[in-house]
């Protein structure tokens, strides 16, 4: 490739109106200086999170520089070094951007060696930031217990999947929200999980108050809650919260694309059953990756997790493939993934 292709942020979105804000350009390609290399990208990482990153106020990173590339998560393959810290052929992951290249400083991509058999797109999906997510935030922030009742939103996603998973090696009873009959009957048959609600056809709170039911003694309803979506879907969680409960706060989809303050969630329940609500984010458990996809990987390879990808090919699809994370009850499952290049050009 000669050239740089990129989707490049020309303006802060306003809603879901990605068209707009992104707009594809041809840059030249870029040339290594001293201590730096030429990344090819391989696949972008396309999350929810990045809809954060495209507004003006800071997230848990600064907002990405109107007028450069969008920047996600990638997965290349070095194809020039002015660094010993990489040789050609190295493939290596982190931030980059959304485009064919990028020009990584000495120390800022990590190199990945996948073992026989795991290809590289695990390590976007189960094995990378997802399967992280899921690992330490149901593991170290949601505690739970054997017997426990787990209910995860988004649960057909990419990180719901896999923390529904990790709740029944847990022991824990799992109940996953989701968008469409699909998705729930895959949740059932597939990952393994106890019951679904399609929040689009049920009353999720009702549904939740036969599948958890409080009783009279006080004990009963949902233990632990990892929150992915926010908004009606939580409030009718919290509302069915047993005592002392736990509530992973991992996401808010959605009110990523909400115009102006979104409404706030009904938190009464969270103070009547003396629950605890603990924002999560996987940046703080990065230096302890190793532990878990060391676990995630042995459970992968028993067949205990099951892990699926949602891969779109060509970086020119980026943006119709970004809306997908943003339909409810659309088709897109698991980790969304764009192929951009293959690994020998
Ligand atoms: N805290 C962290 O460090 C961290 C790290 C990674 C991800 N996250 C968060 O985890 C959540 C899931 O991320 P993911 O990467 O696994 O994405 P994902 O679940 O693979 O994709 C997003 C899904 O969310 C659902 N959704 C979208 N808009 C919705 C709406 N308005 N109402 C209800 N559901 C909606 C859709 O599923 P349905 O069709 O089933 O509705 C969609 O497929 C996000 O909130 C993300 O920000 C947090």
Known sequence: MKANRQWTLVARPQGDDF????????????????????????????????????????????????????????????????????????????????????????????????????????????????????????????????GDTLVVSAAAGAVGSIVGQLGKIKGCKVIGIAGSAAKCTKLVDEFGFDHAIN????????????????RADGG???????????????????????????????????????????????????????ATIEGFLILDFFQRAPEAVAELAGWVADGRIKYDEDIVEGLEHTLGAFNRLFAPGGEHTGKLIIKVSEPVA
């Open 19 to 146: 068209a707009s804000a992104l707009k594809w350009q041809e840059t030249p390609k870029p040339v290594p200086q001293e201590g730096q290399a030429l990344v090819r990208t391989l696949y972008l990482s396309l999350d929810p999170a990045n809809r954060l990153w495209m507004k003006a106020e800071p997230s848990y990173i600064p907002p990405v520089p109107l007028d450069g590339p969008m920047w996600g998560g990638i997965i290349g393959v070095v194809e020039a070094s002015r660094t010993p810290d990489y040789a050609v052929g190295d493939i290596v992951t982190g931030l980059g951007g959304w485009a064919d290249y990028k020009l990584a400083a000495s120390g800022e991509m990590s190199k990945i060696t996948p073992p026989p058999g795991v290809p590289l797109t695990a390590f976007m999906s189960v094995l990378g930031a997802t399967g992280l997510t899921a690992y330490f935030g149901l593991l170290d922030v949601g505690k739970p217990k054997p």
């Open 220 to 274: 009963g309803g949902v233990d632990v809650y990892f929150e992915n979506v926010g908004g009606e879907i939580g409030n009718a969680v919290y509302d069915n919260l047993a005592m002392r409960a736990r509530v992973v706060l991992c996401g808010l989809i959605s009110q990523y694309n909400t115009v102006g303050q979104p409404t706030g969630a009904d938190l009464t329940k969270v103070l009547m059953r003396r």
């Open 199 to 214: 929040y689009r056809t049920e009353n999720v709170r009702e549904r939740l108050a036969e599948l958890a039911p409080m």
